[in-house]
């Protein structure tokens, strides 16, 4: 069986934030086993799985990827968009736009320390469609 649904999440500043809690909301009876995929589409932002304990990985992330794509390079044709619209892109490429997650007993079987984050590469990116589907 599959079992699809759209959501938009809400505005959230540029950075790496969890959004476990919100991917869970949308499903309060998950399969008792089965694969849950998430898809963001979008281009200048992105989907990652690591800790979600201590909010300082978040922001080590956010300083790692801004010296490893930095704004403002004379290299970048792609400006129009603003400064952070090259990078951001460039970033989500690097991250990926889906991550794929067991579902075991009835919850998605994340390790302990393990969130979903969404990676907002723009300044102002404004609200991001999730499709999420349930293979079980």
Known sequence: ?????EISLPRFN???????HIIEDQF?????KGILNLFIQHTSAGLTINENADPTVRIDFETVFNKLVPEGARDYIH?????DDMPAHIKSSL???SVTIPISNHRLSLGTW???YLCE????????RLVITIYS
């Open 121 to 128: 590469f723009r300044n102002h990116g404004g609200r991001r």
């Open 114 to 116: 393990q969130g979903v």
């Open 95 to 97: 991250v990926g736009q």
């Open 14 to 20: 540029r950075g790496f934030h969890l959004i476990t």
């Open 28 to 32: 309060p009876s998950l399969p008792e």
């Open 79 to 83: 400006t129009f968009e603003g400064l």
């Open 1 to 5: 069986m599959i079992e699809q649904k």
